[in-house]
């Protein structure tokens, strides 16, 4: 296994920007309309709690990534299948993660360039990035992800002249079942994604922060997320924020005077590529675990390649790509981000209570 | 092998310079305002104003020179289509160059046209990624958006320009609606609280007047608001700035400036249905005219006028809530909203006639007006007799 | 037919031959290059379907399906 380590303020960073990634652009929990802020406290309470697991299950298999962990519980087989399909589902999220941000990019700030070079030009730097390793990504981190939430800020204050405070009301206008349908897909978008970062956890430096930091984030991007709907709602009204395509794209161009849209574009492609950066690398190095090579270099330009033909290949419009993200991709994501780990805690819980067997293993 | 990774180093800024459509400036119209109307068969006629840049620097400087025949600093041209999109993209055939949208200052919407609905004006407004958001829209009162946008002004070389600018002054005194694009895409389809755009009239082949405004229901055009209306529905919506009252006194006139104003809409709930609806205005203002004879240094006389001064205010929102009641049945000051947030449970079952209920309600309107300065004299200038 | 997809392609392909290159100077075992010609080559087939206009059905539409076979979504 590579060598790298991370700081535990690199890791929280990161988590944090990999939560914040695409939501920016598609926030499942305007679905609730005005009721979004209840979604995001449930969505962001339990994806705290799956986070937690997450972190549990790496705690209780030291050192390990996810495909090890997999292959020491289920048996050689099944958990090497296991790994093949938690393998596409990275690359599978890779690829979304592009698209949605080509199809930004696209509708936004270049109209006129294909979606395809977009695309291809952040592939390019991503596996860039990927090739550097998890040190340099972390370090990346350090020095990008605190921009995110200072842009929001600004943003935030180029507005305040434009608000009602009231917007959020009435509570509970169309009763609790959108609120849940809304927490839920909060939950698998983006907080049941960190389960990625089972790929990362081991380079963490100190372990016994691992938890602190993977709940702490959780909290400051709930937090973040919070700040960002009351900030949409009272400028936008629960009328425009259901119809706009790009919520807090439409705030950031309502700023009198100056057009800050740039600023928001800046914020995206901070998200946008720590979580396409470790999505990759959590993809590239489980297939390098999985056949037994030494060094995942060596699969970047292939599984990047791939991910970049997925991209255009996935969706024919941006309609399915919507429909996509609030209808089926929950459902499709419930046994990768909360059977399987599940699974795999209650296993990991197992052997810990029979000690002998542990030993033997190490 | 240094200097060769060097020299790809230093090549790839070139690539960085440009993006994958870079047009020049020479290359497109640069459109700063845009009419839309409707054509008596129900086509869509859209009409843009386009500068012209060389013009506009050589009109400057030949104006120094005493200027033979200059070329105009805009041109207006017009097409017809069955939508908006269409029109502007036939447009093609008689202008030269790619039409630029983001620049529009100033977006005129036909009578007609509102009369039919501006959904239509808006759907496209809001899916194009040109639009620019607070461009502010104004509907022509007998008068159609071509017109308006052929005056020349002897004030701005671009009527746009100069259009925005009277906007801009006679928001400040708070006699038009001053709308932007963005107000619109919020409120066109909202149930609480019906559309108002500023209104534009002609006055000659050099002037325009913006002052009053337009009055929509669920999107349609319903009638007009003259500018004391206006000035009514900005004080109970808390949108004025400032402005200045005349209010009549014994002997004389005043004219009092309103330098803050605050308003607040309620509706009062009696037995799960709505009872009453209310208005309270503050607003304070200091005297900037005064013709008459008493002097003003008691606190007394001040009170007197305090009271004038609001029973003038209330005058102009009763006014405009009876036209909205009686004679629109919409419900521009957006009680709805009240409604929805804090009683969600009566306003389900109410949402779609609304403006109905609005009607029937009785209104209470409370004015508070406080004045606090009286600026440099103490005493008038007319002389006591 | 969409040349931008074909150019693309050819980029990433060259990046993949130099690894390839690698590969072979290194004596890599066989399985890493197997693994590798074979996401290189399927990524490329389903380029070259997309970029002459003939989409084949995506795994999302896959996925969709089967999610709609087993009864999880209607």
């Known amino acids: 296994m590579e060598k790298a380590r991370i700081s535990s303020l690199q890791l929280f960073l990161l988590i944090t920007g990999f939560l914040f990634g695409s939501t920016l652009i598609l926030n499942p929990a305007t679905g609730a309309k005005n009721d979004g802020w209840l979604a995001i406290l449930i969505g962001g309470a339990v994806g705290t709690l799956l986070l937690a697991v997450y972190a549990s299950i790496a705690l209780l298999n030291p050192s390990k990534t996810l495909v090890e962990i997999l292959r020491d519980r289920f048996g050689k087989v099944i958990g090497n299948i296991i790994a093949i399909l938690y393998i596409w589902y990275f690359i599978h999220l890779a690829s979304l993660v592009f698209r949605n941000f080509g199809s930004f990019m696209l509708t936004t700030t270049y109209p006129k360039t294909p979606l395809e070079v977009i695309i291809a030009v952040f592939a390019l730097v991503v596996m860039y990035a990927v090739n550097s390793g998890v040190e340099v990504v972390g370090r990346m981190s350090e020095i990008l992800v605190p921009f995110v939430p200072v842009i929001a800020v600004i943003i935030s204050l180029g507005i305040i002249t434009v608000h009602d405070f009231t917007a959020f009301l009435p509570v509970l206008e169309n009763g609790i079942s959108p609120i849940i349908k809304a927490s839920f897909n909060l939950l698998t978008f983006p907080f049941g994604e960190t389960v990625v970062f089972l790929m990362i956890f081991p380079h963490l430096n100190k372990r016994e922060n691992l938890k602190k930091v993977s709940t702490l984030s959780a909290l400051s991007a709930t937090g973040l997320f919070l700040f960002i709907f009351f900030r949409d709602i009272t400028v936008l009204g629960s009328h425009l924020i259901y119809q706009a395509t790009f919520v807090p794209h439409l705030t950031s161009v309502l700023i009198p005077g100056i057009n800050l849209e740039p600023l928001f574009n800046v914020n995206l492609i901070i998200g946008g590529s720590i979580k396409v950066v470790i999505c990759m690398y959590a993809a590239v190095n489980g297939l390098n675990q999985l056949i037994g090579a030494n060094d995942y270099r060596k699969f970047t330009t292939a599984v990047a390649t791939f991910c970049f033909v997925l991209s255009i290949w996935v969706y024919e419009n941006i309609f399915e790509m919507f429909d996509w993200a609030e209808n089926i991709w929950p459902y499709y994501s419930i046994p990768f981000q909360i059977v399987i780990p599940l699974m795999l805690l209650f296993l990991s819980l197992i052997k810990k209570g029979n000690p002998a067997h542990e030993k033997s293993i190490e | 092998m240094k200097i060769k990774k060097l020299a790809i180093v230093l090549m790839l800024p070139i690539l960085l310079t440009g993006c994958w459509d870079n047009v020049d400036l020479a290359d497109i119209n640069i459109v700063t305002a845009m009419g839309i109307d409707k054509a008596e068969d129900g086509k869509v006629i859209v009409t843009v104003q386009v500068v012209e840049p060389a013009a506009l620097q050589s009109s400057s400087s030949g104006q120094a020179r005493g200027g033979s025949a200059q070329p105009k600093p805009v041109f207006v041209e017009s097409y017809e289509g069955e939508t908006i999109s269409d029109a502007l993209i036939s447009m093609k055939s008689i202008v030269d160059k790619r039409l630029f949208l983001s620049t529009i200052q100033v977006l005129i919407l036909g009578e007609r046209f509102c009369k039919d609905g501006i959904n239509e004006a808006l759907d496209f407004l809001h899916r194009d990624y040109q639009s620019e958001y607070l461009t502010d829209v104004l509907v022509a009162k007998d008068v159609t958006p071509e017109q308006i946008l052929k005056i020349q002004s002897d004030m701005e070389a671009i009527p746009a320009m100069y259009i925005k600018g009277t906007i801009e002054n006679t928001a400040i005194r708070a006699k038009v609606k001053r709308t932007t694009l963005i107000e619109l895409f919020k409120d066109i389809k909202n149930k609480c609280r019906q559309v108002t755009i500023g209104q534009i009239t002609k006055v000659n082949e050099k002037t325009v007047k913006t002052e009053g405004s337009a009055v929509f229901k669920d999107g349609k055009l319903v009638g007009w608001l003259d500018q004391y209306q206006t000035r009514g529905y900005l004080f109970a919506t808390d949108k004025v700035k400032s402005t200045i009252v005349n209010i009549p006194v014994t002997n004389g006139k005043m004219s009092i400036e309103v330098s803050n104003s605050s308003g607040k809409l309620d509706v009062e709930f009696k037995n799960g249905e709505p009872a009453k609806l209310s208005i309270q205005v503050n607003l304070e203002g200091n005297i900037v005219e005064y013709i008459g004879k008493e002097t003003l240094d008691s606190p007394g006389n001040i009170y007197k006028l305090e009271k004038i001064l609001s029973q003038e205010v209330k005058k102009e929102i009763v006014m405009t809530l009876n036209k909205a009641q009686k004679d629109y049945s919409s419900d521009i000051f957006g009680f709805g909203t009240v409604v929805h947030k804090y009683h969600p449970h009566y306003w389900e079952k109410v949402m779609d006639e609304w403006n109905d209920v609005f009607s029937r309600l009785p209104a209470d309107i409370k004015v508070e007006a406080k004045i606090r300065r009286a600026g440099l004299i103490k005493s008038p200038m007319m002389k006591d007799e | ?74």
């Open chain 3, 1 to 74: 037919m969409n040349s931008n997809i074909l150019i693309i392609l050819i980029i990433f392909t060259i990046l993949g031959l130099y690894d390839f290159r690698r590969f072979i100077r290194k004596k890599e075992p066989a399985k890493v290059v197997i693994v590798h010609i074979i996401i290189m080559a399927l990524s490329l087939a389903i380029g070259l379907f997309l970029a002459i206009g003939k989409r084949p059905i995506s795994p999302s539409q896959w996925i969709e399906r089967i999610l709609k076979m087993t009864g999880v979504i209607k």
